[in-house]
């Protein structure tokens, strides 16, 4: 029976709002007490007044596997992330081959299994190969374990195949999550249309093309009483939709990534191919609406959308790179600038990483509570640190934040009790 | 022809109109105003560049660009390799980066680099040692073409300063409509596009120009008529509905030119496509049409970027 003691720490659950400075004991991978009793034959660890959270629940993640392993391996996706503070990770279909068959589901949770720090809750594939033709086996997959489905950086185009996801994943209690992007208007843009676009001679993606993705798909969850989430969500009349949704009582949900609160398009000034992101990063009206928008609740969560390439995909002419950028390490970090601008508290940018997402997906994670599991996260939250491209954990490089001082770092991180970082 | 007191292209190379400052575009079009003279006069300056590489690195069909580079490198005497896409090995998967590290190995002093895709030449620039020269990226920027044009200009009005230029056509596509945008407006010209909406990049008036959809109303009081290339795929891609309805609305003939100024000059990059932008009538009309001397100005123009752009080669020799 192993013990662990975690003293003077700043416990900090934002499930229940329990923000105290203790001590935390874990027994055999469970959270046992917070009492601050001494304990028997426990191990102790002095915290030092360092922040204690729940580990980090990633809702959205490519991790290379199966298919693209020169890029990452769940192996190095689970390095990255324990540096990162998350502790599960749910990992997108669109793989090589997508993750449209029960044995592909179960062979993802058991590779994240094996790396014993990380688990790995994969999405199924919402149609087959992610093609957005035919469904795939909702039921067979949500058996296996698939959390909800989605084609992942793909949107589901057709408004047919959309209807028929919604309705059809409301027997297996699943959402569908959709990549906001009306395909034919986004076309073959690299950059959102605009100013910034046309100096750069780059074929455009308008903002609209978002909005107009969401109000459809927002007219289909009202038609068929499904659980649409909207994934990466970058613009202000997006997310505009996705407040009167939820007023009006719909089943509508939302994520976000730190590029899109963080950064606005002129990261990509100077051709800039690792800020290339798939939604095209925005203007700054846009980005100050993700803001907002994370203070005012309309964001469930905020994901790493992190998404591996290696060096050959980047370096390339900007509108043939490929989009997308890594983010399991930065996802805390990038987080914390927003607490530290004064824009969210820090239970409540917490709760966008821990709580909230794992309540969207009813599992049991992201919580500090007597016999939950003890997956936990201790950061510093003002110690300093660089994004330094070729320095990040894991093998992908390719983050938008390179060279992005930023404070709040990663001290440890906890898997069921055992020590995976720090 | 040196002393200038500043560094011309600070960078090392042209890339982008876009960041000149004026006083730079200035020294440009004076240095290649004098070579427009010594090349009148049939001289030529073959001790300049003489030992030195200029590779002609072109991903896309050129001819006339290709021709002015290969032809203002022979006149300063450096040694000119042409390479094409087709007959290079780029078409068997290498990539523009492989491209660039065995260009480097070679020594090469100097690249003109023609790409369909924006941003190719600054990523090439960041890998190699020679002096890069973009002759067109993607629908980026066409540095010396702008260059020519304002050269022809300021020889045909005097100066470019508050002279009204009206850009006409496809400016969405057009890397060489943003990088005379970019140019002349540094140059305190009066821009103005004009074209279907179709056809007008996003925001265009942020940078700096005034926006027509109208030619009689684009083209009044312009002392200079711009004409671009209209490519076939832009009606198959459906931007524009045919050639017979562009023509009639987007077309230069003489009864649209007739409410610019009397002595309004017409240009076009080429290569034109006569009775779908512009009449032949007006193309070749030589009290009004300028084309032929924006050839002969791009030689120029390009010798004069072609001995900025070696200075540095040549200090350190």
Known sequence: MTKLLITNARILDPGSGLDTVGSLLVEDGRIASLSGAPAEGAETLDAGGAVLCPGLVDLRATVGEPGAEHRETIASAAEAAAAGGIT????????????????????????????GSLTILPWGAATKSCAGKEL??????????????????????????????????????????????????????????????????????????????????IALARLTGGHVHFAHVSTAAALDLIREAKAEGLRVSCDTAPPYFDLNETAIGGFRTYAKLSPPLRREEDRLAVVAALKDGTVDAIASDHTPWDADDKRLPFAQAAPGGAGLATLLG?????????????????????????????????????????????????????????????????SPFDG??????????????????? | MSGFSFPILPTGHLLAIEGLEPPHISALLDLAESYALLNRQGKTQRDLLKGRTLINL?????????????????????????????????????????????LNAMN???????????????????????????????????????????LTIRRRRGRLEELVVAICGDVLHSRVARSNI??????????????????????????????????????????????????????????????????RFFGLDAAKLAVAKPDAIVMHPGPMNRGIEIDSAVADDPARSVIGEQVEMGVAVRMAVLDVLSRRLRRNA
């Open chain 1, 88 to 115: 599960t990770l749910c990992a997108l279909p669109d793989t090589e081959p997508a993750l449209d068959d029960p044995a592909l589901v179960e062979f993802v949770i058991r590779r994240g299994e094996a790396t």
């Open chain 1, 136 to 217: 795939s086996e909702f039921g067979l997959l949500r058996e296996a374990g698939a959390v909800g489905f989605t084609d992942g950086a793909r949107a589901i185009g057709p408004a047919r195949t959309m209807r028929l996801a919604l309705s059809y994943a409301r027997a297996f209690g699943a959402m569908i999550v959709q990549h906001p992007e009306e395909p034919s208007l986004a076309g073959t843009g690299a950059a959102t249309e605009g100013e910034l676009a046309t100096r750069l001679g780059l074929p455009g993606i308008p903002a609209a093309a978002e909005a107009i993705q969401v109000a459809r798909d």
């Open chain 1, 334 to 398: 990038v987080t914390l600038a927003r607490v530290h601008a004064g824009d969210l508290a820090l239970p409540e940018a917490l709760a966008l990483l821990t709580s909230r997402p794992a309540a969207l997906l009813g599992i049991e994670a992201g919580r500090i509570a007597p016999g939950a599991p003890a997956d936990l996260c201790l950061f510093h939250p003002t110690r300093a640190w660089q994004v330094r491209d070729g320095k990040l954990p894991g093998k992908a490089q390719n």
């Open chain 1, 404 to 422: 992005r001082a930023l404070e709040g770092r990663v001290i440890g991180t906890w898997k069921r009790g055992k020590r995976v970082f720090g």
């Open chain 2, 58 to 102: 072109f991903f896309e069909d050129s001819t006339r660009t290709r021709t002015s580079f290969e032809l203002a490198g022979k006149r300063l005497g450096a040694d000119i390799v042409n390479m094409s896409v087709s007959t290079s090995s780029v078409n068997k998967g290498e990539t523009l980066l492989d491209t660039a590290a065995t």
């Open chain 2, 108 to 150: 090469t002093d100097l690249l003109v680099v023609r790409h369909g895709q924006s941003g190719a030449p600054a990523l090439l620039a960041q890998k190699v040692d020679a002096a890069v020269i973009n002759a067109g990226d993607g629908t980026h920027e066409h540095p010396t073409q702008a260059l020519l044009d304002a």
């Open chain 2, 182 to 247: 970019h140019l002349l407006s540094a140059m305190g010209a009066r821009l103005r596009v004009v074209g279907p909406p179709t056809l007008i990049p996003s925001e265009c008036a942020r940078l700096g120009v005034e926006v027509f959809h109208d030619m009689r109303a684009g083209l009044e009081g312009a002392d200079v008529v711009m004409m671009l290339r209209l490519q076939k795929e832009r009606m198959t891609g459906g931007l524009v509905p045919s050639s017979r309805e562009y023509f």
